[in-house]
């Protein structure tokens, strides 16, 4: 199992993106990612460009698609067989999205507080979703200086929400990149904890599902945590208690890609229900462990790398949870 730096939100040629399929892949790999997930406007026609290319044998790409509606955005990854998404209305949603499970696929929230009419047709998420546990993955971050803007702070709200509802829906971020932003602006990156031995596709699901995942803009990071002789790691479960968390937060991966973008860490901070913060240490530098305890964790705990990103303080990484029962 390896960590990999992801983006999961794309678009080519092959609906209103700027690039090739190659020119995508090429772009990402000056970009220090390791893995994209193809998702082009209500089509993958984008996948026959990359199987005629043998794009995937070099670098790895998740099979996806993004339905776009008049509604809001949905990212559906790695369905087996077509999954009509033409007839989808605010009260099918939830059918809709079964039939993506039937499909072997999954389903995301893509930027569901994006602005709406007239700004961005159909951008914002207006679904009557009925059961929130259908969406497998919810974009927490997305755009360029994702945790500066109001949507996506209204985002981690509702995600906040929905954990403490039991409701897991797995947090990443998503550029929707197009191909033509300004690279020197600041702009998340999921990691993924994948199985290397796996179709890429595959075990990108299977990260999802487990939410093995944290979001970033820049630093890496590590969490693991100890509770009644058990330990795991970022997606997990534990039996609620005392509970003694590691962490450990790493500044060489990709550096030279975000060390332009004015990062300041300060402090580990572990989120728990409600968005309470539950603890947190000082930022000792990059490479070095910290140990934190909680007395009674319970809930769900989540870690956020906190600082200044361009003079502003706000959350630099923030960690899918680890789980009490």
Not at 45 to 51: I, N, Q
Not at 278 to 284: H, R
């Amino acid at each position: 199992m390896k960590w990999v730096a992801c983006e999961l939100h794309t678009h080519t040629v092959h609906s209103d993106g700027q690039l090739s399929v190659g020119g995508l892949v090429n772009r990402a790999k000056s970009l220090g990612l390791e893995m994209i997930a193809l998702t082009d406007h209500n089509t993958n026609s984008g996948l026959a460009e990359l199987d005629n290319q043998r794009l995937s044998v070099s670098f790895p790409v998740i099979r996806g698609i993004e339905w776009t509606t008049y509604f809001g955005h949905v990212l559906v990854i790695g369905s087996k067989k077509y999954v009509d998404w033409r007839d989808v209305v605010p009260h099918n949603i939830d059918e809709k999205l079964t039939m993506v499970h039937d499909a072997g696929g999954l389903a995301g929230v893509a930027h569901p507080y994006a602005l709406g009419d007239p700004v961005c047709c159909s951008c914002h998420w207006e679904f009557y979703l009925k059961d929130w546990g259908l969406a497998d993955f919810i974009e927490i971050w997305s755009g360029s200086l994702p945790q500066l803007v109001m949507r996506n702070k209204k985002a981690i709200k509702k995600w906040t929400s929905l954990l403490d509802k039991e409701i897991y829906l797995t947090a990443i971020s998503g550029r929707d990149w197009h191909g033509d932003e300004d690279d020197t602006k600041p702009f998340g990156v999921t990691y993924l904890m994948l199985d290397e031995m796996v179709d890429v596709t595959e075990a990108a699901k299977d990260a999802l599902k487990n939410h093995r995942a944290y979001v970033t803009v820049g630093p890496t990071v590590s969490l693991s945590a100890s509770s009644n002789g058990k330990n795991t790691g970022i997606g997990g479960t534990l039996l609620r208690g005392e509970t003694t968390f590691r962490i450990a937060v790493g500044g060489e991966h990709r550096k030279e890609i975000w060390r332009n973008f004015d990062l300041v860490p300060q402090k580990i901070v572990l989120v728990g229900v409600g968005g309470r913060e539950l603890s947190s240490a000082d930022f000792v530098g990059y490479e070095n462990e910290m140990i934190i305890t909680v007395p009674e964790a319970s809930g769900w705990v989540r870690m956020e790398l906190r600082g200044t990103m361009r003079g502003e303080e706000c959350a630099l990484a923030v960690t899918n949870p680890i789980t009490f029962e």
